[in-house]
């Protein structure tokens, strides 16, 4: 009956809020009952003659038997909540708290990540690729001698980079970001080029001359910004849309000072039409124990009862709020006027795999947990494998 299960833990606040998908509509012929124990939850299913009983272990915390609240049933979701404990009584409780200091692996691998220079060699012509088709972009004779990475900052602020002001800021960005035709400037998930060493016509949106795919776009008269995701380099396929996205969305809110995290993400689609992606941040850092349907075991079965153990993965994940805007409308020049706000322009394939990707996320949240003021609620983070099984409506 269980398809997936949520268990969203805060330790601090000593609750954590259980979400649980089914396969099938509830009939009205049928009950659930739910017994909490002090590690363990047992969902009873009660269906004619027989029962279905799944357990639910949350072997490392501790639970309130008696503090089940916020229930609700709906025809393919139930979701409450539990007060817990902390496994010492004294860390954690109204007399003393100690906070550990540990840091997940996501935690250091996005305080130490380091930007992976593109496969371009310097000592001999490169090939620029269409991924899609695997046209060569480039022209034959195009020799990378400097192969340089970029600031590691999503969006240039180029006055960020001097102690003073110059006089003319315009002028100023042009000569920085215009790379010689010998130069191959890279950040995460782009290369900047000369645009005369690629066959391209002289347009905003960079496509490819055969099957026309979105490869990047122009960023002034001199230099192109050509995605790792629509581009192969010396025919070695990069990173993937998917894995861009979310290194981008997650390296944008770590190194985020402010508590309210907010980020405006924009594809450009042609000259003049951009779609918007507005992400917020609820919670950086959130420990999710989570189940999909091949980690349901059939522990017994009796005459007329059958028992089955849903085993829960540990992992740290984002939760967000985010909401898709076509136009560039009030909100979205609100935002960009917000000088809180972080803008990214993104790859096209980013954009569309990324929001399928928030998409298929805030299916594992019942109905009444959805929607928070007009933004949709969803989870950055959760295990890829799981989305073929758990997102399958």
């Keep these: 009956m269980i398809r997936s299960v949520i268990v969203e833990m805060r330790p601090r606040l ?8 089914t396969d099938e509509y509830l009939k009205q012929d049928e009950y659930v009952r739910i017994n909490i124990k002090t590690s363990v939850v047992e969902v009873t299913w009660q269906s004619g003659t027989c029962e279905i009983v799944q357990v639910i272990n949350l072997h490392d915390y501790k639970l309130r038997p008696l503090s089940l609240s916020a229930l609700r049933v709906l025809k393919k979701s139930i979701s409450f909540r539990i007060q817990t ?3 010492v009584s004294v860390v954690g409780s109204f007399a003393s708290e100690v906070l550990p200091i540990k ?11 380091k930007l992976l220079a593109p496969c371009i060699r310097t000592d001999r012509p490169c090939k620029l690729a269409c991924k899609c088709c695997g046209k060569v972009m480039s022209k034959h004779d195009t020799l990378f001698t400097r192969v340089l990475p970029l600031p590691s900052s999503a969006s240039w602020e180029i006055s960020d980079w001097f102690c003073h002001q110059h006089t003319d800021s315009s002028c100023m960005q042009h000569s920085v970001l215009a790379p010689k035709e010998t130069d191959c400037l890279y950040g995460m998930c782009y290369i900047l080029v ?30 192109l910004k050509l995605w790792n995701c629509t581009m192969s380099y010396e025919g070695n396929n990069n990173s993937t849309a998917l894995e861009d ?3 981008t969305v997650k390296q944008a809110f770590n190194r985020s000072c402010v508590m309210n995290c907010r980020l405006l993400l924009e594809t450009k689609l042609s000259e003049e039409h951009s779609h918007y992606l507005l992400l917020w941040v609820m919670d950086k850092s959130l420990d999710l124990l989570v189940s999909a349907d091949e980690d349901i075991s059939r522990m017994e079965e009796n005459a007329g009862k059958v028992v089955l153990e849903c085993k829960l993965r540990v992992k740290r994940t984002m939760k967000l709020l985010y909401m898709y805007h076509k136009d560039c409308d009030s ?13 990214i322009e993104v790859a096209k394939p980013m954009f ?7 998409l298929r996320g805030t ?19 959760l295990w890829h494998e799981s989305y073929k099984t758990m997102t399958q409506v």
């Design 352 to 358: 569309t795999e990324g929001l399928a990707y928030l």
């Design 194 to 223: 000369n645009a005369s060493v690629m066959n391209v016509r002289s347009k905003q949106v960079v496509r490819c001359n055969r099957c026309l795919a979105w490869l990047g776009t122009r960023i002034n008269l001199t230099a």
């Design 331 to 343: 909100m979205v020049k609100t935002w960009k006027d917000d000088f809180n706000v972080e803008c």
């Design 14 to 21: 000593q609750v954590c809020n259980v979400f649980i998908i």
């Design 103 to 113: 840091q997940s692996s996501e935690m250091i691998e996005s305080a130490t990540v």
């Design 363 to 381: 299916e594992f949240i019942p109905g009444p947990y959805k929607l928070t003021d007009s933004f949709l609620v969803t989870y950055l983070g």
């Design 245 to 247: 996205f979310i290194c």
């Design 85 to 87: 404990e902390p496994v």
